[in-house]
């Protein structure tokens, strides 16, 4: 079905205008251009203007009517109207209608639809090849692609308001229905305008089960939760038996953060139908939320098995996340392998991949996935710390390549982000062990003032400090009058204070202490301020 291919909400399409008689041949033909089978006994139901546009871009199509217009200014108000109602494919709008539609809004006695579909027609709309002399005509501009069609050049006159007010004078709920699900698919009007018009479905027809499907979905998209919720409890209510109306409960649900809640919506729209994948995926979300991470494994894995459905990716991108979660890194992994071999632009999969290999400890190949998250988004400050990471640990002591480029993705991530803290802290690190003692502490300073109760950063800057002061010594300097000894003895004490912080528990200060010859028990007397500053 043509609202299947189109991922509507709403059930029923009944747009049937016929443009012309085609051949049984063209029948099947356009039939399986919109993924359908032909019954040449149903003669009422051969593809329709509408139906056809759906097969393409609907922004060429609309454009191609734009241009149609332009040929036919006689016919324009109505034209306009048909290029809105039939090329954006509204549904649910019949011959009797459609007409009645057209008078409402341009105050008009008489539309005669038939002069102008067949205005349509005549213009080769649905005539593909030659005609049956052989001879062959240009195709008619209207028909052409929009390749050289430049912004601006069309009129901006907005037919919502007399169509939205044409449909509500006449009562006419499916109607309004159909232009709210198609304006809000095309993004011809605000959401607002969309509401107007489920809104108004509502209060015309209050026991019209999709206008409150659809009111429900707007509501929760513009996080209106309470009103969403309302919306699809009244639309379960009407149909309870259709597994799209429990799934439009659960997703509101969901949003508003009632996940228990929403999960029982979703297992019973997996009961009413267990053959969608994308129920299950959306289960598997909840589970997630609510932490039963084995159980949102199985859901992923069912929506898997069902095949690939069009978001399949997301439910490999969940059964990742799952597997992580419960500690199985291998076949995390292979999760990952997975998506982007389907989706190879995938930004946050190679950033994720990246993030687990550094918990595995596997830098170069960490290095390799960060790489290639890099080239996705060179604007992502997260990238560049997880690259001076990796780096960090593949450097040993000497190695002044390996700083060098941490050292520049550092600062990369410092300028992509200003308030990045771990990545001033790792520049302090990387400067640090490049001897460059006194650009460093200015880093840990930066890191501090954003994490100021991160006792490492205390550490590294005692130890950044206290370098300073080794310098001046050897050149001849009074340590007792170094400025730099004095703040780097009172980091090092505060960070004495609060060594239970610290990943080694202070065994790494205590060395550092007797490599000065300092006790830290003097640290009471020698700098009391240390004790307030926790």
């Known amino acids: 079905m043509v609202e299947q291919k189109l991922g509507r909400f709403y059930e029923d399409v009944s747009l049937k205008l016929k443009l012309v008689a085609p051949t049984e041949e063209e029948k099947c033909e356009l039939a399986r251009g919109i993924g359908e089978v032909w019954d040449s006994e149903a003669a009422e139901d051969y593809p329709t203007l509408g139906s056809i546009a759906m097969e393409g871009h609907l922004e060429a199509m609309s454009l191609r009517f734009r241009n149609l217009l332009r040929d036919y200014p006689d016919h324009a108000d109505v034209l306009r109207a048909m290029k809105l109602l039939t090329a954006a494919s509204v549904g649910a709008l019949t011959h009797r209608r459609l007409e009645a539609a057209l008078k409402e809004a341009f105050g008009r006695d008489e539309v005669h639809l038939g002069d102008c579909l067949r205005d349509l027609s005549e213009q080769a709309f649905l005539k593909r090849g030659p005609p049956p002399d052989e001879t062959a005509y240009p195709e008619p501009a209207y028909l052409r692609d929009a390749v050289t069609y430049t912004e601006g050049k069309e009129p901006r006159d907005d037919f919502f308001p007399a169509l939205f007010y044409a449909f509500r004078n006449l009562e006419d709920a499916d109607a309004l229905i159909s232009l709210g699900v198609t304006s809000m698919i095309g993004g011809r009007w605000n959401p607002q305008a969309v509401y107007w018009c489920f809104d108004s ?288 003895m009172w980091w090092l004490c505060r960070t004495w204070h609060n060594r239970g912080r610290l990943p080694d528990g202070g065994a790494s200060a205590y060395r550092l202490f007797q490599h000065i010859g300092y006790d830290p028990a003097w640290c009471l007397d020698d700098y009391p301020s240390t004790l307030l500053a926790r």
């Open 201 to 488: 479905a509502t209060e015309i027809e209050p026991d019209n089960p999709s206008a409150w499907l659809n009111k429900a979905a707007l509501l929760g998209a513009g996080k209106h939760h309470e009103d969403a919720i309302a919306a699809a409890e009244r639309a379960v209510e009407l149909k309870p038996y259709d597994y799209s109306y429990w799934q439009q409960k659960g997703r509101v649900l969901h949003g508003a953060g009632r996940n228990t809640e929403a999960q029982n919506a979703y297992l019973r729209a997996s009961a009413l139908r267990p053959d969608r994948s994308d129920t299950w995926r959306n289960l598997g979300d909840v589970h997630m939320d609510l932490g039963n991470h084995r159980d949102a494994l199985r859901a992923f894995n069912r929506s898997i098995d069902l095949d690939a459905d069009y978001d399949y990716v997301r439910s490999w991108v969940g059964r990742a996340a799952a597997l992580r979660r419960m500690g199985q890194h291998r076949e995390t992994l292979r999760a990952y392998d997975r998506i982007v071999s389907m989706a190879p632009d995938n930004f946050e999969t190679w950033f994720n991949k990246s993030g687990l290999l550094r918990k595995l400890s596997r830098h170069e190949d960490a290095l390799v996935a960060t790489s290639r998250a890099e080239s996705l988004r060179p604007d992502h400050p997260e990238v560049y710390v997880a690259r001076c990471e990796s780096l960090i640990a593949l450097a040993s002591r000497d190695d002044d390549a390996l700083w060098s480029e941490a050292y520049e993705a550092c600062e990369r991530a410092t300028v992509l982000d200003e308030d990045h803290a771990v990545a001033w802290s790792m520049k302090g690190i990387v400067l640090l062990s490049m001897h460059r003692y006194e650009e460093a502490p200015e880093a840990f300073e930066r890191a501090i003032l954003l994490r100021p109760e991160r006792v490492e950063d205390w550490w590294h800057k005692a130890q950044a400090l206290l370098k300073i002061a080794e310098g001046q010594q050897v050149q001849g300097f009074d340590l007792s009058s170094s400025a730099e000894y004095q703040a780097a």
